[in-house]
Nanobody
Framework: QVQLQESGPGLVKPSQIVFLTCTVS??????????WGWVRQPPGKGLEWIGA???????YYSPSLKSRTSISRDTSKNQVTLQLTSATPEDTAVYYC??????????WGQGTQVFVSS
């Protein structure tokens, strides 16, 4: 059973970068047909898909966040990272790392809270 653990600063100032890391254990991020993505949930709102990177290092982004988002990976550490630039208070959310297979999410991390505030 794969496990995903998010990590990163809980507080980010406006205009700075939200940088989060997802460490994967129990499976390789290069396994064929797997994708590794990020989903967030702002307070009082539903889940919002941010983007993903697949086993072949192809990245996919939500159109609404694409201009500010970069998802990359470090295969030596089995990690996937999220960079969200020009943070605003509207980026305050719980951020989840997720594993996808066959176009559906099969595993979730516990989530990490990010506050964007001065």
């Amino acid at each position: 059973q794969v496990q995903l653990q998010e990590s990163g600063p809980g507080l980010v100032k406006p205009s700075q970068i939200v940088f989060l890391t997802c460490t994967v254990s129990g499976g390789s991020i290069t396994t064929t047909n797997y994708a590794w993505g990020w989903v967030r949930q702002p307070p009082g709102k539903g889940l919002e898909w941010i983007g993903a990177i697949d086993y072949a290092a192809r990245s996919y982004y939500s159109p609404s966040l694409k201009s500010r988002t970069s998802i990359s990976r470090d295969t030596s550490k089995n990690q996937v990272t999220l960079q969200l630039t020009s943070a605003t208070p509207e980026d305050t959310a719980v951020y989840y790392c997720a594993k996808g297979e066959d176009a559906r999410i099969t595993d979730w991390g516990q989530g990490t809270q990010v506050f964007v505030s001065s």
